[in-house]
């Protein structure tokens, strides 16, 4: 690798040391990641247990939740001027561009209310029946009944595999706020090496 054009050495034959990882290369987001970790862990911030991406901040006077997808992160809390403080240091060591009031992220839409937030998948929900041609179909308490066993090998084999996956890659974002539909949705994904047409009906 050469040393790029504007930048001077002192001794011929010099090696660049990269300091900041690119978007894109392969440790890039384990960089960032890191990176942020170690920011966040400056100003008080703790892992939750139960989920790598979610950071929180708790103090006699208030509580402050960190969620992390890739490079996007929501912020919310009850205390305003905590939540300020984090952006702007974070715009300080990163400069992030603040989009304001989440009102939909990964699918999920966030409706604020006098005592909280509503966190709804009912856009998504309809996209997706619209996306499938279901928009008009009978609503059911349970789409598949639990004692419905799908064989790996029953039936024909279904023409278009990747249709099945993307179904029930969808239906699996779902269940974030429809748990009901949480067996049936893992009985379906454990037949996406080879998904039949029975399977295709099921889902």
Known sequence: MKVPEGVFTQVPQTVCRLK??????????????????EVLYSRGYTHSSNDY?????????????????????????D??????????????????KDLGPAHYFLRMEILPTKDGLILTQRKFAKELLAEFGDKDAAPMLCPLDSNHKLAADQ?????????????????????DTRPDLAFAVQHLSQLMQQPRIPHFQAV
């Not at 900041?20 to 970790?37: C, P």
């Not at 403080?85 to 400069?95: E, G, I, P, Q, R």
């Not at 039936?155 to 269940?175: A, H």
């Open 20 to 37: 900041k990882s690119f978007y894109g290369l392969k440790q890039a987001s384990r960089q960032w990641y890191a990176k942020l970790t």
């Open 53 to 77: 991406s979610l950071f929180y901040k708790r103090t006699t006077e208030s509580n402050t939740f960190l969620g992390v997808y890739v490079d996007d992160i929501l912020l919310t809390g």
């Open 79 to 96: 205390n305003n001027a905590e939540i300020t403080s984090l952006k702007a240091y974070l715009d300080l060591t990163f400069k992030i």
């Open 155 to 175: 039936g024909d084999l279904f023409v278009d595999s990747s249709l099945y996956r993307r179904i029930v890659g969808k239906l699996n974002f779902l269940t």
